[in-house]
């Protein structure tokens, strides 16, 4: 109704055509995160994580959900998605080259990582459920400064 304002269906589930498409991946491994948008940033095809119900019609593609790292090595009930990493400079590394991958392919419009903060039983987020930092500042400023690259769609 109002077509100064993008438009996005059900996220990363069952789209019709919209203003944007999005998925979501969870994929730990920045390797195999990596290989799922390497033909796209080749000129390729788009991954797509159910191709037998929704399919990529040429919006710009957002990456709406991703990351999900579990850290929260105090409370054993939590989850994340994937095997938590082992120290905190796994965790950073996995941070950084998930995002990195997605901010270097020029065929992606937009990301969001999940989650900034852990809600509840999700001890996913970079910061506790009080919202304090889940690690020094020097890991922050990491974590953060992955985040402000430039991203390829901007070149």
């Known amino acids: 109704m109002d ?12 789209h019709v055509v919209t203003d944007i498409y999005d998925i979501h991946n969870y994929k730990q491994d920045v390797e195999l995160f990596a290989k799922d948008f390497e033909p796209m940033a080749n000129g390729g095809d788009v991954f797509e994580t ?7 019609s040429g919006q710009p593609y957002f990456i709406s ?4 790292i579990c850290w929260n090595p105090n409370d054993e ?10 120290s905190i400079e ?4 996995r941070y ?9 392919n020029p065929s992606i419009c937009a990301l969001c990582y999940t989650q900034l903060y852990d809600v509840e039983q999700e001890q996913n987020g970079i910061y506790f459920y009080d919202r304090t930092p889940k690690f ?5 400023s990491k974590l953060k400064s992955a985040m402000e690259q430039k991203a390829s769609i901007e070149e």
């Open 136 to 140: 020094s500042a020097e890991v922050m």
């Open 77 to 86: 009930n939590g989850w994340g998605y994937g095997d938590s990493p082992k």
């Open 96 to 104: 950084v080259g998930l995002a990195e991958v997605l901010l270097k």
């Open 90 to 93: 796994e965790y950073a590394e």
């Open 50 to 56: 159910f191709p037998n119900r929704q399919q990529y």
């Open 3 to 14: 077509q100064t304002r993008p438009v996005i269906d059900t996220s990363g589930n069952f």
């Open 65 to 68: 959900e991703y990351g999900g």
